[in-house]
């Protein structure tokens, strides 16, 4: 399953279907006689560098440390609230929309497609086809019209933003400014929430060339195009950043000539066009692939909606291997090398003030963007991690030194164009969480571990080496042992002695990013003398436990209640996953306290949300349970998914990391490695037992293909030596030569 296609026009922008080149994203709604593009540059943000470090934070730290020691965790919070708080990050914009309206076409036969082998969308009806792609070599976006008969066709422009339109030389042409500051959309304020300063504001451009066989006449911004059987158009975006740490260029005059210059450097032929975009795309598209052995003739809408009914696993098992498919392309389209990477919307948005300002979320958002990117060989697709994460650790050591008074890089769980490091303003529970960086950086290893970013691997030594010093010299010695403090569980609270409260030491999930940035610097540097090592080598036996509470792996160093048991965050599971210090067969009794507050956040809701079910299968995955993966499956199907497969956070808002993370759970349930042991199958679901096919997928840089029949291995290879469990294996099973086959231990 390669295609969504649809009966029926977009009629509003979530129902829209996405392009992209890593650089620009473009939403096509495909109407019967119009058209509304909406574009995005990935650099165009709100904002410019701004230093929100704070000495003060550094003062506090002490303070909150001995309130937390002495169990006024109720007064700590307050302290940190008011002492060792930042600002909010800057927001990703929308760009401008382009409106096509044609004259002179049918209507009739009526359907648009998105090819996701392609990353091609079509809308054709009756005598008229129109084609749209993204390319990423040519760095341009490209719309064609071709027709039976002659047709007209008005092209007009215009930008949420502060913008100018003009036409002249058969093009259209908008530039703008960006605001200075955009609020948080959840920021409840009336006072300036959006604010320009043109002196101040990143500047941006929008360049539409028309190229048809009809003649083109250009009036008060508008293009007239008249008498046509074809018509190309031609898309190109220029903004005025030019790098994290400095001002953004605010001449609009600057973001038009490098507009105008690069679609005078490019071939404006369609067909090489297309020819260079299709064969750069399917070669990422093509590079693994997943078949989960089933088709369906239904119309993406109307194959939801099925799938909604609880109708057979046949439909089922297609809309899952398209939903998977869709993830894949996401990627390809949103994350290339030299681009930004993924943000919470990937690089699609409409808003002004976005949900949560379209940023880099990194208590857990962003990484789950990337989890399934390498094992879907998209390596490539990996790069803008790698360097969004070492531009960070450069803003990340001031904010170490000055807010921490530690080495190595801090980074709290909002990061923006800028590499906003300190914390923003307001709950503890999400504002204090400096070992986000970690968690970034622990991203980055698993990443390279896997194969990926070879080429970067100075990169990723320093990015690991700079973490795990953080991780050291943020640990503190208490009742014997090393502990985070203050320690957060991202996002959630507990009660103690009647009193919400949320900050503690040696959470959970600090303790297992400690942990599992220590393995990595020893993995990394095994054999290396160095002062950092030998601080692991003291502190690592000594970190403080997990340890078991009523309803499992306590999530705080104590087991306190909380007041929402069915917390969307499965953040204390870290170390389990996505993690490997806690491992499924090396750690059978940790495994089960994590399973029981697995479940226990099951059974109250706790995957309500996109990100939050794709995390919930990636759980279920690595927890090898097919039955409650296929229910978690089910349930963000029928609940947490636009007609256009975009993933949603309720209400109606759009997040990229539920699509993302769901084919990381795909990957999950077909194949896990542990100490460089695979287990195939491990939680496939009734649903998908049928038979299916792996096609490449990476694991520690071996290309495994494997196939199975009612629920059995019965076909697998890898490209290099590989070892495999002997757990659900055919009789008959057909060995490639690169495969050894181990018994499992009892």
């Known amino acids: 399953m390669d295609k969504l296609w649809y009966k029926t026009p977009a009629k509003r922008w979530r129902e829209a279907l996405p392009l992209g080149n890593g650089f620009m994203g473009m939403m096509v709604f495909g109407g019967k006689r119009t058209e509304k593009l909406c574009f995005n540059d990935g650099t165009l943000w709100s904002g410019y560098p701004k230093d929100y470090n704070s000495e003060k934070s550094a003062k506090a730290l002490g303070q909150v440390r001995e309130l937390i020691f002495q169990g006024k965790n109720s007064e700590a919070d307050a302290l940190c609230e008011t002492e060792m708080c930042g600002n909010y990050s800057e927001a990703f914009m929308p760009l401008g929309n382009v409106y096509l309206r044609l004259h002179g076409v049918s209507a009739r036969g009526y359907r648009r497609e998105l090819s996701l082998a392609e990353g091609l969308c079509t809308v054709q009806t009756a005598g008229v086809r129109r084609e749209a792609f993204c390319s990423n070599p040519d760095r341009v976006a490209v719309y064609r019209i071709t027709a039976d008969k002659p047709f007209s066709l008005t092209v007009t422009a215009d930008s949420k933003l502060h913008f100018s339109c003009s036409s002249a030389e058969n093009a259209l042409v908008l530039t703008g400014n960006a605001p200075d500051y955009a609020a948080p959309n959840y920021l409840r304020t009336k006072r300036h929430p959006i604010r320009y300063d043109e002196n101040k504001g990143m500047a941006f451009c929008l360049r539409t060339e028309v190229e048809t066989d009809g003649t083109v006449s250009c009036k008060r911004g508008k293009l007239n195009v008249r008498g046509a059987k074809t018509v190309t158009l031609f898309f190109v975006t220029a903004t005025g950043f030019l790098g994290f740490d400095k001002m953004p260029d605010t001449s609009r005059a600057n973001a038009a000539a490098a507009c105008k210059a690069h679609l005078r450097s490019i071939q404006h032929d369609y067909t090489a066009l297309y020819a260079r975009h299709t064969a750069d795309f399917g070669a990422l598209y093509n590079r693994a692939r997943v078949s989960l052995g089933a088709e369906s003739e239904l119309p993406t809408d109307k194959l939801l909606k099925a799938v909604q009914k609880n109708t057979d696993t046949r439909t089922f098992a297609a809309l899952c291997e398209l939903f998977y498919n869709f993830g894949k392309y996401l990627t390809i389209s949103g994350s290339r090398k030299g681009g930004q990477a993924l943000n919470l919307q990937g690089i699609w948005n409409e808003s002004v003030r976005p949900p949560w300002s379209s940023n880099y979320t990194v208590n857990i958002n962003t990484q789950m963007n990337y989890w399934g990117a390498s094992r879907a060989g998209l390596c490539e697709c990996v790069e803008p991690l790698l360097q969004l994460v070492y531009e960070t650790v450069q803003n ?177 599971l870290y170390a389990f996953y996505p993690g490997n210090s806690i491992g499924y067969d090396a750690d059978p009794e940790q495994r089960g306290w994590v399973e029981q507050l697995f479940r226990h956040r099951l059974a109250h809701s706790g995957q309500h949300i996109g990100w939050s079910a794709a995390w919930a299968i990636c759980l279920s995955g690595r927890l090898r349970d097919g039955r409650t993966a296929q229910k978690v499956i089910c349930d963000l199907l029928c609940h947490a998914v636009f007609r256009n497969l975009f993933c949603v956070h309720p209400p109606f808002l759009f997040q990229i990391d539920g699509n993302l993370g769901f084919v990381a759970g795909v990957h999950e349930l077909l194949l896990q490695e542990e100490a460089g042991v695979l287990t195939l199958l491990p939680a496939l679901p009734a649903c998908l037992s049928a038979g299916g096919e792996v096609r490449d997928m990476v694991v520690c840089g071996a290309k495994v293909s494997f196939s199975w029949r009612d629920g059995k291995v019965t076909a697998v290879s890898g490209d290099r030596p590989i070892t495999v469990l002997r757990r659900n294996l055919s009789d008959r099973l057909q060995i490639g030569t690169n495969v050894t086959v181990e018994e499992p231990a009892k």
């Open 396 to 572: 990340g050591k001031k904010t170490a030194q000055v807010n921490y008074g530690c080495r190595g890089f801090a980074c709290n769980h909002n990061v923006d164009l800028w590499r906003k490091t300190p914390p923003v303003q307001r709950d503890p529970s999400y504002m204090f969480a400096p070992l986000c960086g970690v968690w970034l950086a622990n991203e980055v290893y698993a990443h390279y571990r896997n194969g990926a970013l070879q080429d970067g691997a100075d990169k990723v030594k320093t990015i690991t080496a700079s973490a795990a010093q953080f991780a050291s010299d943020f640990l503190v010695l208490h009742d014997g042992c090393y502990v985070t403090c203050p320690s957060s569980s991202p996002e959630n609270a507990f009660r103690k002695d009647g009193v919400r409260c949320q900050l503690d030491y040696a959470s959970a999930f600090d303790m297992g990013l400690v942990r599992q940035s220590f393995q990595n610097y020893r993995e990394l540097f095994a054999g290396e003398d160095t002062e950092l090592s030998r601080e692991i080598a003291e502190k690592e036996p000594k970190l403080y436990p997990f340890c078991a509470g009523k309803n499992g792996i306590c999530e705080w160093h104590a087991d306190y209640d909380t007041p929402e048991p069915g917390h969307r965050h499965f953040s204390p």
